[in-house]
């Protein structure tokens, strides 16, 4: 007999005991929670949803699938520079299994314990599979990252390595049929399902970047966001995408270029950083043992330019939108 919706809540998601709690002053129980932001600090909010068939496959595990939705929410905080505190979780499910319900509160809590992120309360229904979170963390008043804080002249920067989830995507896909997946691949595929918030180097990088967002619709779709936010134009020097050594051994070179310039759920940041504070910036990556490369920089105009070798080229990737 599946579990009854109450008995889901109690059984997976509420905890007995937890680790120390920012400002919770009533969680999981009553009609909503009630929260305590830190003296002097802003509170921030993102939320994202996450459907079957859409965002993940049918075949993915339940424990990759909490993971993804609560990354997904924690690289948009790390993009502002924001310290994730509060979750709630909106989960629709087509039926209540109790394998799949116990692997997806494994994979929810290993995520949100490491980075300290309370569930406080949400919501479960019946009805095709869809996941929705809404993270919430604070920063001291003024001092979040934004897209419109670019100026002329800023390095334009990118945290890791592109492309990587694009592939990890594409062996998804595949599954079976093309057998088991070599090392390469399996990292690719990691990347895809278990994507990694730059939650730290973006609280790292406060007061240092002049800008910042998260690189969730690949960067020929995000990077514009980013110029227009600040009235500004960009250019990006192609040839210096970090591309990672599986995607190298996955995929030719144009091939893992177009990854990395239009695929999604990389999740990695994008930031402008003025050229007097960019060995800051690489400091603050290098403490948490972070790569961190200059693509281009950013110009008085409008629009986004590309070359490669100081050839101009237009890229054929225009990045994710879900009604295009």
């Avoid at 929410?73 to 109790?98: H, I, K, Y």
């Avoid at 278990?194 to 020929?220: K, T």
């Avoid at 966001?225 to 050594?245: C, F, Q, T, W």
Wanted: hydrophobic residues 45%.
């Amino acid at each position: 007999m599946s579990p009854s919706e109450f008995e889901i809540i109690d059984r997976y998601f509420t905890r007995r005991s937890t680790l120390p709690a920012h400002g919770v002053s009533l969680g999981i129980g009553d009609d909503a929670a009630i929260l305590r932001v830190p003296p002097e600090c802003e509170l921030v909010a993102a939320v994202d949803t996450i459907v079957q068939g859409r965002h993940f496959l049918a075949s993915t595990q339940p424990r990759s699938i909490a993971h993804r939705a609560l990354a997904v929410n924690l690289s948009d905080l790390a993009a502002m520079g924001a310290t994730p505190a509060w979750a709630l979780l909106a989960l629709t499910l087509p039926v209540a299994e109790e394998h799949w319900l116990s692997s997806f509160a494994e994979g929810w809590f290993g995520l949100a314990d490491r980075h300290r992120v309370e569930l406080v309360g949400g919501d479960t229904t019946r009805g095709p599979l869809t996941v929705s979170v809404q993270l919430m963390g604070y920063v001291p008043a003024g001092t979040a990252l934004l897209r419109s804080g670019a100026c002329v002249g800023d390095y334009l920067v990118v945290t890791g390595t592109l492309g990587d989830a694009g592939a990890g995507l594409v062996i998804a896909r595949q599954g079976d049929a093309a057998g088991a997946p070599g090392r390469a691949a399996q990292e690719l595929l990691a990347r895809f399902d278990y994507p990694q918030a730059r939650v730290d180097f973006g609280i790292a990088a406060r007061g240092i970047a002049s800008g910042a967002m998260d690189l969730s619709d690949g960067l020929a779709g995000d990077l514009p966001k980013l110029a227009a936010a600040s009235g500004l134009a960009a250019h990006v020097d192609i040839e210096r995408l970090p591309l990672s050594n599986a995607l190298r051994v996955y995929a030719s070179e144009s091939q893992a270029r177009e990854w990395a310039l239009g695929a999604g759920d990389d999740y990695e940041l994008l930031l402008s950083v003025p050229g007097a504070r960019l060995a800051d910036l690489q400091a603050a990556a290098a403490a948490g043992g972070l790569r961190l490369t200059v693509i281009g920089e950013l110009l008085q105009g409008q629009g986004v330019t590309w070359s490669i070798h100081g050839r101009a080229v237009q890229p054929l990737a225009h990045g994710f939108d879900h009604f295009r």
